[in-house]
């Protein structure tokens, strides 16, 4: 059974984040925590800017069933974040185009606007190493860091951007300061 209400509001931010391009058609995933045992993800197939209760399946964390087959490729990722940080309640992963082009050039994001220093200040670059282990080694290595991570924003190199919060609406303001304040960052590159 998918939990009509948390369908609404995860389908209504996937359209606004597919709009502001932290979504590709395809890529990224979305998840809502709603139980001790549960959690809503986006399936394999789901398609950002039209997502219904179809486009969602309900994983147990102590068992894998065959509702694991058609979840998103991110399941096993936001699984172990929800078992490992309790006060995780929704978790987006997206690979927005100014963060993502970011990370090719940088160690780390050094924010200069207003609201991406009030927020972030800074915020390192994760470089996946080995991109042949990386779907092996991510659902730690991604829960490791943004556990010990004061922003719950983790930026990977040439991947994207994993952020966790208790609060959708933070979920979202996070998401948003960070790609704006990476574009801003990128047209200032290109009036030096």
Not at 39 to 44: D, E, H, M, R, S
Not at 141 to 159: A, F, H, Q, R
Not at 164 to 189: P, Q
């Amino acid at each position: 059974m998918v939990d009509k209400a948390t369908v609404k509001q995860l389908s209504n931010l996937s359209l606004t984040m597919f709009r502001k391009n932290f979504f590709g058609i395809y890529h990224g995933a979305i998840s809502a925590k709603l139980d001790q045992d549960n959690f809503l993800i986006n399936t394999n197939d789901a398609i950002f800017d039209e997502m219904t209760s179809s486009s969602f399946c309900t994983l147990n964390l102590n068992k894998q069933d065959y509702r694991w087959k058609i979840a998103s490729m991110e399941s096993h990722i936001h699984a172990t974040i929800y078992t490992n940080i309790h006060e995780a309640k929704y978790i987006a992963f997206g690979m927005p185009i100014y963060t993502t082009s970011y990370t090719f050039d940088h160690d780390s994001i050094i924010f200069e606007d207003f609201f991406g220093k009030m927020t972030f200040g800074e915020i390192p670059i994760y470089d996946p190493g080995d991109c042949e282990t990386w779907y092996v080694r991510n659902a730690l290595e991604i829960t490791k860091y943004l556990k010990e991570s004061p922003s719950k924003v983790m930026v990977i190199k040439g991947v994207g951007a994993y952020v966790y919060d208790r609060d959708i609406n933070e979920l979202v303001k996070k998401i948003a300061i960070l790609e704006n304040s990476c574009r801003l960052l990128s047209i200032k590159t290109s009036f030096c």
